[in-house]
């Protein structure tokens, strides 16, 4: 199980609502896997789950660690979740800085590179106030990937990227995954990722069914 991702009949309500309804997964680890659905299927929700932001019923085990136990995480997570709110007021290094200063693992060589790798200038000087939805969604990305995670939970990874970035988008998964990293997209817009994905998964009123890749 340690070379694994497993979910045991994953369910989650919110005031009555049932938003994941007796998920069950095993995902090996190195795959990309997608996961489709509309805006309220529990796409989020489940990412959520599997970051251990949220607390269900069932069991959900990353890479051997048992995230029903009190106040448990992934080892080595990147994550993007709905909308990334970082500190408008500072440039895209400094918010890398504060970030990586949490766990003091990374220096700024690595964080130069992250933004470089998503097609951002590290010289850049703005705050990141001023920056197109387009850009910030890079600096998201730069911030899951800096600290090289063992898994990558990324929500809408694509939103507000023109073509080109998204085509870069596909080229960093494609490494990440060389290197070694379990990836999990959530998407609506399954023709940015599809062609990644080593399984995909459709996701409605909080289940959770495999598809057929296209």
Known sequence: MNDKIILKNVTKQIKGQEVLSRVNLELDAGGIYGFFGRNGSGKTM?????????????KIIVFGKDLS????????LGLIIEKTELWPQYSAMENL?????????????????????VGLNPDDKRPIRTYSMGMRQKLALAQAIMESP????L?????????????????????EQQRGCTILVATHQGEDVAGLCSRVFRMADGKCREAELS
Do not use: C, H, Y
């Open 69 to 76: 136990r009190e106040n448990a995480f992934p080892d080595r």
């Open 150 to 153: 063992q898994l990558l939970l």
């Open 46 to 58: 489940l990412l959520r789950a599997i970051a251990g932001l949220i607390r269900v019923n069932g």
């Open 97 to 117: 800085k504060l970030l990586a200063g949490i766990r003091n693992e990374i220096g700024e060589e690595e964080m130069r590179t992250a933004l470089e790798r």
């Open 155 to 175: 929500d809408e990874p694509t939103n507000g990227l023109d073509d080109d970035a998204v085509e870069l988008f596909r080229q960093i998964m494609r490494e």
